[in-house]
T-cell receptor, first 111, second 111 residues
Framework: NAGVTQTPKFQVLKTGQSMTLQCAQD?????MYWYRQDPGMGLRLIYY???????DKGEVPNGYNVSRLNKREFSLRLESAAPSQTSVYFC??????????FGPGTRLTVT | EDKVVQSPLSLVVHEGDTVTLNCSYE??????LLWYKQEKKAPTFLFML????IEKKSGRLSSILDKKELFSILNITATQTGDSAVYLC???????????FGQGTTLQVKP
């Protein structure tokens, strides 16, 4: 039982490049989330998916897109990376209204 | 706009001390208040509180919620160096299970 897994663990991009962060969970959770964490700012929600087939914007969605591929997988795409997107990205999942379980994170640097 | 504010932002104590971390919130449709511990990597779940006045306890950690005054506290007694971490507070207020996080309190416990 792996819980929440994320790939890659680290990534360096040049400004304007695109990439997709992958997330999968094996806990049969309905809801999945993408957060970014910047120093001194806690965790900020980018996008979430309350259930398979639905996605919605969080606090900081600009510059990102998401796909809920199936119940297990929720990907985050940066179409044209900018230095302001340098951050640590966490994926999480939950049985709705209960505690969220987090993946190990992806450290992204955009130069 | 829903908001979660934690205080203090950072704290340095010595082993054996007792610490109290604070979390205040403003929400339009409160459902739950959660505490997480983050050591270098992914946040790990500590407590979820939904009712006022009922203390949740796990070893040396305990937490309580006051829904009238809109705050929660996390107490750690007989602190150890392994308690050094960022402690995150979050409120869950929407029907989708979204969480709004505070900035976090960085606790350093010195030997």
């Amino acid at each position: 039982n792996a819980g929440v897994t994320q790939t890659p663990k680290f990534q360096v991009l040049k400004t304007g490049q695109s990439m997709t962060l992958q997330c999968a969970q094996d806990m049969n959770h309905n809801s999945m989330y993408w957060y970014r964490q910047d120093p001194g700012m806690g965790l900020r929600l980018i996008y979430y998916s309350a259930s398979e087939g639905t996605t919605d914007k969080g606090e900081v969605p600009n510059g990102y897109n998401v796909s809920r591929l199936n119940k297990r997988e929720f990907s985050l795409r940066l179409e044209s990376a900018a230095p302001s997107q340098t951050s640590v990205y966490f994926c999480a999942s939950s049985a709705t209204f209960y505690e969220q379980y987090f993946g190990p994170g992806t450290r992204l640097t955009v130069t | 706009e829903d908001k979660v504010v934690q205080s203090p932002l950072s704290l340095v104590v010595h082993e054996g001390d007792t610490v109290t971390l604070n979390c205040s919130y403003e929400v339009t449709n409160f459902r739950s208040l959660l505490w997480y511990k983050q050591e270098k990597k992914a946040p790990t779940f500590l407590f979820m509180l939904t009712s006022s006045g009922i203390e949740k306890k796990s070893g040396r950690l305990s937490s309580i919620l006051d829904k009238k005054e809109l705050f929660s506290i996390l107490n750690i007694t007989a602190t150890q160096t392994g308690d050094s971490a960022v402690y995150l507070c979050a409120e869950g207020s929407s029907n989708t299970g979204k969480l709004i996080f505070g900035q976090g309190t960085t606790l350093q416990v010195k030997p």
